[in-house]
């Protein structure tokens, strides 16, 4: 791809590229995430990568691919696992209105940022719960509430050792990574239902995303 000339140019393009397309309006809400992420990683230091090319491709466009990486149904229920300043949540929602999300984030200054931006973005069906995973278990009391299970940031191990009990039936964990998961690492509980391996755009690295089941 060629150096695109603004960041919003380079969003639209990366995202068709990779099969998952955004209207101008869609877009320009992005515009605004980047923006006001850019402003609150001065004071709050809420993710590593601060060029505007590289949140929009290994932060955006990443979290984008699962809707190539999955045929997520419609009013599907998400739950993002350490979503940190928001993925793959929020680009999720932004690109599918129609899900139901709920952001799991321990970190107070993230969480923060998450209220603000969804509150910014007037993105309804959002849920944030500002604790651990193990506490959102505790507190909330999910069990077979979710369509779907996704996390970038945590281990994978930890998702799939509570993963069965948040689940509805038939309903599927969403696993980041950048190598395939060895079959070896997933218990008799799990079974891989599908494996997506793109390329991020820029050179910015192979990635991929692996579906899981419970086994029947």
Not at 45 to 53: A, Y
């Amino acid at each position: 791809m060629e150096q695109s000339s603004s960041p919003s140019i380079l969003l639209q393009e990366s995202s068709a590229e990779i099969g998952v397309p955004l209207s101008t309006e869609q877009v320009q809400q992005f515009m605004v995430y980047l923006e006001q992420l850019q402003i609150w990683n001065q004071s709050f230091n809420l993710t590593s990568i601060t060029l505007n090319d590289e949140i929009i491709i290994k932060h955006f466009v990443d979290s984008l691919a699962t809707l190539r990486a999955e045929e997520v149904k419609v009013g599907a229920r998400l739950l993002d696992v350490g979503t940190g300043a928001g993925f793959p949540g929020i680009p999720l929602k932004l690109a599918r209105l129609d899900i139901h999300m709920t952001l799991v984030e321990p970190v107070a200054k993230k969480v923060s940022f998450l209220r603000f931006i969804i509150g910014l973005l007037r993105l309804e069906n959002v849920d944030i719960f500002d604790g651990t995973l193990e506490r959102f278990l505790n507190e909330r009391m999910p069990c077979g509430s979710f369509d779907y299970l996704a996390t970038r940031a945590l281990k994978h191990d930890l998702i799939l050792e509570n993963g069965q009990k948040l689940l509805r039936q038939g309903g599927k964990a969403i696993l980041f990574s950048s190598q395939p998961i060895p079959l070896s690492d997933l218990s008799s509980n799990w079974s891989l239902s599908r494996e997506h391996r793109f390329q991020l755009q820029k050179g910015y690295g192979k990635r991929v995303i692996s579906i899981v089941m419970p086994s029947v």
